[in-house]
């Protein structure tokens, strides 16, 4: 751990550059799927949070992507003309909709998945439990700010 207190700019340019390099190989593995709907990463952001948090608020996308309003129109557009998503009004407040995936949203987004899971499964699984353990409350952290 002592290690950790001395890093040099080098050491963290290099982390940096991994995380980079991850980050566009785990987000290139699902291309092919993405390219036959003519979708790109805007699309899988938006439908990875539509899966992980079934209706979710249009307002509350916007504010976990951190994009701006027209940007998420234009790919709920795409993604509800292409039957992957459905907005349904909310029960108690009839002003607000909520997002789904429909059923070939579902089927879409496990081939998305399942592009991306056999990269990140590997890596986990070669890797010993404390590292995994030590990683995840790493990026928990980049991504906290903390």
């Known amino acids: 751990m002592k290690d950790l207190l001395y890093l040099k700019d080098e050491q963290i340019k290099d982390f940096i550059q991994l995380l980079f390099y991850a980050y566009r190989e785990t987000f290139s593995d699902p291309q092919k799927v993405l390219s ?65 995936l429909n059923k070939e949203g579902k089927i879409f987004f496990d081939a998305v998945y399942n592009s991306q899971k056999k990269r990140i499964f590997n890596a986990l699984k070669n890797s010993n439990s404390d590292s995994v353990i030590k990683f995840k409350e790493v990026l928990k952290k980049i991504v906290d700010g903390k």
């Open 36 to 100: 036959k709907k003519f979708f790109g990463p805007a699309h899988l952001r938006s439908l990875n949070l539509i899966e992980r948090h079934p209706g979710i608020s249009p307002g509350e996308l916007i504010f976990k992507l951190k994009v701006t309003k027209q940007s998420l129109n234009r790919v709920l557009r795409d993604l509800m003309n292409s039957k992957m998503v459905k907005e349904v009004k909310d029960q108690k407040d009839t002003r607000k909709k909520n997002l789904f």
